[in-house]
C-alpha cells in the first residue's frame, strides 16, 4: 500500500481525513443494520423503517450535493466539514431519543444534512484542493481506509448495543463525530483558488482542467453519470441479497455465508490494486474491464446450480469490478475535469448517483419477490453492460478531444 512518507506536507491530516470517512460511513451507513433488531424490540420499529433512515439520508445528501459543491469550489470545505460534524453529532443524539418512526426518520434527515457537508465527496474534493498531482493516488488510499469501514463497524456497534445499548451506541457515534471528526476537520488548511495562468505548463494545465476540454464536457458528463447510476443500482442492491439467493441455488447457509464474506478481501484487493497502478493504467480502461467483470459475473452464476466452485467464481468476479468501480466513482472525474471544478462536477455526480443508491434495495427486493433470482440476474448483467457501453461511448468520445 502506498505511504504518506512522500506527503510530508499534509500526511497528518490525509490520515486524519481517512480515520474521520471511516468513522462517518461506519456510523452513518453500516451500523444500522446491526442495530436493526434492537430497533424492532424498543421504540418497535419495522425492517422498513429501520433501513428507511438509509434511504432519508442518501435522499438528503442528492438534494444538497450541488449547492454544496458550489460553496465548496468557491470557499473550501473546511467549514462545511466541521459544521457538517457537528450536525451528525445533534443527529445522533436526536436518535438516541427517538419513540417512533417520524422521529427516527426525522433524526436521519438531519444526520443526512451533516453527511452531505462532512462526508460524501467532500474528503475527496479537499483532497483535490489541497493536493497536487497525488491527488488521484491520496483519494485512492482513503477509499482503501473508508473500505473497512463495515468491518470495523459491524463488531462495535454490535459490541456497543449489548454493553450500553442501542441508545447509548448512537450516543458514542454523536461523541465520535464532535470529538474525533470535527477536531481533524478544523485542521483543514484555508481554502486557496488555483492559479488560473497555465499556459506555460502543459502538465499543471492538464492536472488543473483535465482531459475533457470545456466544449465536450456536458456529453462526458452524460456518459460517466450513467455509466456510475447503472453499475451503482447493481453494487447498492444485488449484494443485500447474494446470500438468499446463494441459498435458493442450492447452497446451505454456512456455504452461503462463508462464499459471500469473500466479498470484502477481494473488493479490498481490487482497490489496492488501483491504488498501486496509479496512473500507469487509464483509469477510464479499468472501469471497462471492471464493469466487463461485473457482467460477467452475473451470467455465471446463472450456471451455479448450487456449485460451491461457480458461485465462488461470481463472488471474485464481482467483488473484483465493484472494487475498482467504487475509487472510480471518487476519482474519474478528477482525472477527466481535473481539480479546479472538481468539487462542482463531482457533486452533480452525486446527486444522480445518490438517488439510484437509495431506490437500488428496493429495487432489487422487488425484482427477487416478482420475478426471482434469475430474471435478477440477468437485469445485473444487463444493467452492467449498459453501463459498459456508456463507458465505450465515453473513451470514443475521449479519443476525438
Not at 9 to 29: C, D, M
Not at 141 to 162: K, N, Q, R
Not at 201 to 217: N, S
Not at 261 to 278: D, F, H, I, K, N
Amino acid at each position: 500500500m502506498p505511504t504518506f512518507r512522500s506527503l510530508p506536507e499534509h500526511s497528518w491530516l490525509i490520515a486524519g481525513l481517512s480515520l474521520t470517512r471511516l468513522i462517518g460511513w461506519g456510523a452513518n451507513y453500516w451500523a444500522p443494520s446491526v442495530l436493526a433488531s434492537h430497533l424492532a424490540r424498543d421504540p418497535g420499529l419495522s425492517a422498513p423503517v429501520v433501513f428507511g433512515g438509509i434511504t432519508v439520508l442518501l435522499v438528503t445528501g442528492a438534494l444538497l450535493a450541488v449547492p454544496l459543491g458550489r460553496h465548496a469550489e468557491r470557499h473550501g470545505t473546511r467549514g462545511l466539514m466541521v459544521v457538517g460534524a457537528a450536525i451528525c453529532g445533534v443527529g445522533f443524539v436526536g436518535l438516541a431519543a427517538v419513540q417512533g418512526p417520524l422521529g427516527y426518520l426525522a433524526a436521519w434527515a438531519v444526520i443526512g444534512v451533516g453527511h452531505a457537508m462532512s462526508l460524501a465527496n467532500m474528503g475527496s474534493v479537499t483532497v483535490a484542493q489541497i493536493m497536487d498531482v497525488r491527488a488521484r493516488r491520496v483519494i485512492g488510499v482513503m477509499m482503501l481506509v473508508g473500505g473497512l469501514s463495515a468491518t470495523v463497524f459491524w463488531p462495535f456497534a454490535a459490541w456497543l448495543a449489548d454493553v450500553v445499548g442501542w441508545r447509548g451506541a448512537c450516543l458514542v457515534f454523536a461523541a465520535l463525530h464532535v470529538g474525533v471528526a470535527l477536531p481533524i476537520h478544523l485542521a483543514i488548511p484555508r481554502h486557496r483558488r488555483p492559479p488560473t495562468d497555465t499556459a506555460n505548463d502543459p502538465g499543471a494545465r492538464l492536472r488543473l482542467d483535465g482531459r475533457v476540454p470545456g466544449e465536450r464536457r456536458r456529453i462526458a458528463f452524460v456518459l460517466l453519470a450513467g455509466c456510475f447510476c447503472l453499475s451503482g443500482l447493481v453494487s447498492w442492491g444485488l449484494p443485500l441479497h447474494m446470500i438468499a439467493m446463494f441459498e435458493t441455488s442450492g447452497l446451505s447457509l454456512a456455504s452461503a455465508v462463508a462464499i459471500a464474506s469473500l466479498g470484502g478481501p477481494v473488493t479490498l484487493a481490487a482497490r489496492l490494486v488501483e491504488v498501486a497502478a496509479g496512473d500507469r493504467v487509464p483509469l477510464e480502461k479499468l472501469c471497462l474491464a471492471a464493469l466487463l467483470m461485473g457482467a460477467v459475473a452475473s451470467l455465471v452464476q446463472l450456471t451455479a446450480g448450487g456449485s460451491a466452485a461457480t458461485t465462488v467464481l461470481f463472488v471474485v468476479l464481482y467483488s473484483a469490478g465493484a472494487g475498482v468501480i467504487s475509487i472510480a466513482r471518487a476519482t474519474l472525474p478528477l482525472v477527466l475535469f481535473g481539480q479546479r471544478g472538481y468539487a462542482v462536477m463531482s457533486s452533480r455526480l452525486v446527486m444522480p448517483q445518490n438517488l439510484m443508491f437509495a431506490a437500488a434495495p428496493l429495487l432489487y427486493a422487488w425484482l427477487i419477490t416478482a420475478t426471482g433470482e434469475t430474471t435478477t440476474l440477468i437485469v445485473s448483467a444487463a444493467l452492467q453492460g449498459l453501463a459498459f457501453i456508456a463507458m465505450l461511448l465515453l473513451l470514443a468520445h475521449l479519443s476525438r478531444s
